[in-house]
């Protein structure tokens, strides 16, 4: 029997609320998400199985308990060319920091497209690992999140260590 075109899911408790994990046949992570998240639909017809997430599951408990600041699983969102450039750029943002829309497009070559790399983040299937939460808004204010402001204040929280940046 193939495994070709099997997604597995798991649901971890965490700080901010239950994450659904989601991973291809390969075991590469495809999904990190909230309840709620516009994505969420990607897990339909997943099959429950921790097994893939045993890497992903250490390395988030150790974010969340702030011994953790980069990730090291292996990844495979799905989304347009110009999405999956702005996640990359996404993984250049260090721990502890953040960027605007602005910069994130100018650093692809398009000043222009603060809008549309919104409209990426939007759509990042992978939540905290590609850290979609450290892109605020032109004026230093947090702006819209998968998870929630009060999510993505704690995960800026967490990462700045305790110095409160919001």
Request: hydrophobic share 40%; glycine share 14%.
């Amino acid at each position: 029997m193939s495994r070709a075109g099997t997604t597995y899911r798991h649901d971890l408790d965490s700080p901010i609320g239950t994450l659904v994990l989601l991973a291809d046949a390969d075991g590469a992570l495809t999904g990190l998400l909230y309840p709620g998240h516009r994505t969420i639909t990607l897990a339909d017809g997943a099959i429950a199985d921790p097994a893939p997430f045993r890497d992903v599951q250490t390395q988030l408990e150790e974010y969340f308990a702030g011994g953790r600041t980069v990730f090291d699983v292996p990844l495979a969102p799905v989304g347009t060319t110009f999405q999956k450039a702005a996640w990359e750029q996404l993984l250049l943002i260090p721990f502890g920091e953040t960027r605007t829309y602005g910069q994130i497009a100018d650093a692809l070559g398009q000043p222009g497209a603060a809008r549309a790399v919104g409209l990426a983040n939007n759509r990042n299937p992978i939540s905290i690992i590609v850290p979609c939460h450290r892109v605020i808004g032109a004026g230093g204010n947090l702006t819209g999140y998968g998870g929630g402001i009060d999510a993505k204040k704690f995960l800026l929280d967490l990462e700045s260590r305790g110095s409160t940046l919001f």
